[in-house]
């Protein structure tokens, strides 16, 4: 009970209110509301997410997509179905594609896009991470303030610098145990993401161009058989 009691003390719920309230208004000003939308999302995969057996996973489905190119035509790629949204789109648009210069423009596109969504949800907590020390200085401020101003009141002034002291611990552990890391860790996954990405689109990309060439061939030929 005694470390209980302890740790309540470094609670203090205006500190808190004021840190918290004022770092993620600060973020949410700055924020589309589709990155906001992102950015809370996000938290949802952060830690049970994995680069690796993704990566694996595309690849198998890439060589799924090959074989049926290859046994049948491109056309029919849009059959394999797998759980990753991006695999079953790239695919549906590998069997629509016109040529595979549509391909590429469309999986040049789509990175971006993905990357402009992911940069978003990063900013919105790297905001957070480095508005929450300014936040809590300004709660340090308010906190001397009212201590200085209550210098003839003694019971007025230890609740004062409680304020400007927590504020300033709030902040600093809101910025970098929470926010910084979360930023960090959406950075790097997002970072992993889009280098297996690239590489199933490159690959498909090559399918593509395969398949077209073998189409394009046999009327190269009877082109130059007509005299």
């Not at 790297?126 to 300014?134: Q, Y």
């Not at 230890?158 to 960090?184: F, K, R, V």
Request: aromatic share 8%; with cysteine.
């Amino acid at each position: 009970m005694a470390i209980f009691d302890r740790l309540w003390l470094y609670f203090d719920p205006v500190a808190f209110i004021l840190v918290i309230a004022g770092s993620v208004l600060l973020a949410l000003v700055r924020s589309s509301r589709s990155d906001i939308f992102r950015a809370f999302r996000a938290l949802g995969p952060l830690l049970r997410a994995n680069p690796v057996a993704d990566a694996e996973a595309a690849m198998r489905a890439v060589r799924q997509i090959e074989h049926i190119a290859h046994a049948k035509t491109i056309y029919c790629t849009d059959r394999v179905r797998t759980t990753q949204r991006f695999l079953t789109t790239a695919a549906i648009r590998l069997a629509d594609s016109a040529d595979a210069e549509a391909f590429a423009h469309w999986a040049e596109e789509d990175l971006e896009n993905r990357r402009r969504r992911h940069q978003g949800a990063i900013d919105f907590w790297n905001t957070v991470a480095d508005a929450a020390p300014a936040m809590g200085m300004v709660g340090t401020i308010i906190g001397l303030v009212g201590m200085f101003a209550a210098m003839n009141d003694a019971d007025r002034i230890g609740p004062a610098m409680a304020l400007a002291m927590l504020t300033t611990l709030y902040g600093l552990l809101l910025a970098n145990l929470i926010a910084a890391p979360i930023a960090q860790r959406l950075e790097r996954l997002s970072a992993d993401e889009a280098t297996w990405q690239r590489r199933v689109l490159d690959q498909l990309e090559t399918l593509a161009q395969t398949e077209l060439e073998k189409r394009i061939s046999p009327a190269r030929q009877r082109l130059k058989a007509t005299p």
